[in-house]
């Protein structure tokens, strides 16, 4: 993988670490929090899908080892990318 470049938890996708959602294990306290803080790290497209997939299937608890607060999935709600009509 390339420098920067982080791969979705969820669908797999290879992207610049930019266009992903990030959640963090805070190191010492193991708090749930998004895109701040030092600790083990998640990365998730920004899409709804790949949000309830994961939510669905636990797999952000499995990743950062802790529990996920139901919480955390309703903050990360309003950050999704809206859906492109083709």
């Known amino acids: 993988m390339l420098p920067n470049y982080r791969r979705c ?5 290879v ?3 930019a266009e992903f959602l990030r959640i963090v294990r ?5 708090e749930i929090a998004i895109d701040t803080g030092m600790g083990r790290s998640a990365y998730l497209c920004p899409t709804a899908d790949c949000l309830k997939a994961v939510q669905k299937k636990d797999r952000l608890s ?3 080892k ?3 607060p139901p ?3 309703q903050t ?10 083709i």
């Open 26 to 30: 805070l190191h010492p306290s193991h």
């Open 62 to 64: 499995r990743v950062l």
């Open 9 to 13: 938890i969820c669908c797999r996708k």
């Open 15 to 17: 992207a610049p670490k």
């Open 76 to 85: 990360l709600q309003p950050s999704l990318q809206p859906k492109t009509k």
């Open 71 to 73: 919480e955390i999935y």
């Open 66 to 68: 802790a529990p996920v």
